[in-house]
């Protein structure tokens, strides 16, 4: 089973909410990422926690605020968001000890900022 | 000069033709490759990685790298409609988390 599971599947939020994005995995995976992707872009890394510790911030605005609970879970806090912050955010999980970190995507949350 | 080159396309082939795709890289460090599957409004699917310069093949799908000229492809035989989608190609260093995509190939298959 090579499962993420992302919630919600499709957000709209104003610019002044709080909003939050969930990413769950059971695969024993210990890194953990975040990607922004655009309308035909690749995926663009945002964050990546490894053993539940954030190791790469890709220079992301505070406004997105990643957090790992533990090791299955992954959430990305958005606050004040603008209408350019409007995007599929994926997740991705791979294993990360020892061997190939090959990354594991889930459906992603289109979101829509207005 | 990108780290990685793709065609964005569209390639558009008739039901039942071998697809052909094709990534050129810069970076020698660069030393597993991986193909990933993405239709329209979902996440990425990896088809396929390999680390060793020739081919892999699963069912339909074939993977070849060449490192010494820092060119792999990937082989979709028998295409079908649903094989209709952009397709990434990726590396990866050694050790390394960070994934580096090329801009997506957008294939279409007509019945």
Same mark, same amino acid.
């Given at each position: 089973?090579?499962?993420?599971?992302?919630?919600?599947?499709?957000?709209?939020?104003?610019?002044?909410?709080?909003?939050?994005?969930?990413?769950?995995?059971?695969?024993?995976?210990?890194?953990?990422?975040? %990607?922004?992707?655009?309308?035909?872009?690749?995926?663009?890394?945002? !964050? $990546?926690?490894? %053993?539940?510790? =954030?190791?790469?911030?890709? &220079? $992301?605005?505070?406004? !997105?605020?990643?957090?790992?609970?533990?090791? &299955? =879970?992954?959430?990305?806090?958005?606050?004040?968001?603008?209408?350019?912050?409007?995007?599929? %955010? #994926?997740?991705?999980?791979?294993?990360?000890?020892?061997?190939?970190?090959?990354? %594991?995507?889930?459906?992603?949350?289109? =979101?829509?900022? #207005? | 000069?990108?780290?990685?080159?793709?065609?964005?396309?569209?390639?558009? /082939?008739?039901?039942?033709?071998?697809?052909?795709?094709?990534?050129?890289?810069?970076?020698?460090?660069?030393?597993?490759?991986?193909?990933?599957?993405?239709?329209?409004?979902?996440?990425?699917?990896?088809?396929?990685?390999?680390?060793?310069?020739?081919?892999?093949?699963?069912?339909?799908?074939? @993977?070849?790298?060449?490192?010494?000229?820092?060119?792999?492809?990937?082989?979709?035989?028998?295409?079908?409609?649903?094989?209709?989608?952009?397709?990434?190609?990726?590396? +990866?260093?050694? @050790?390394?988390?960070? +994934?580096?995509?090329?801009?997506?190939?957008? /294939? +279409? /298959?007509?019945?």
């Amino acid at each position: 089973d090579t499962e993420v599971t992302q919630t919600p599947k499709h957000l709209v939020m104003g610019m002044t909410n709080k909003k939050s994005l969930k990413c769950e995995q059971h695969m024993g995976h210990r890194a953990m990422y975040w %990607y922004k992707q655009k309308a035909k872009k690749p995926p663009e890394l945002m !964050f $990546v926690y490894s %053993y539940e510790k =954030l190791s790469i911030n890709e &220079s $992301v605005p505070s406004r !997105f605020s990643p957090e790992c609970p533990n090791s &299955s =879970l992954l959430n990305l806090h958005l606050h004040a968001l603008q209408p350019e912050d409007s995007a599929l %955010y #994926l997740c991705a999980s791979s294993q990360e000890s020892g061997g190939i970190n090959i990354q %594991y995507f889930g459906a992603g949350t289109r =979101l829509s900022v #207005l | 000069q990108k780290e990685v080159e793709q065609d964005p396309g569209p390639l558009s /082939v008739p039901e039942g033709a071998i697809v052909s795709l094709n990534c050129t890289y810069s970076n020698s460090a660069f030393q597993y490759f991986m193909w990933y599957r993405q239709y329209s409004r979902k996440g990425p699917e990896l088809l396929m990685y390999t680390y060793s310069s020739g081919n892999k093949e699963d069912g339909r799908f074939t @993977a070849q790298v060449d490192k010494s000229s820092k060119y792999i492809s990937l082989f979709i035989r028998d295409s079908q409609p649903s094989d209709s989608a952009t397709y990434l190609c990726a590396f +990866l260093k050694a @050790a390394g988390n960070k +994934l580096t995509f090329g801009g997506g190939t957008r /294939v +279409l /298959v007509k019945p």
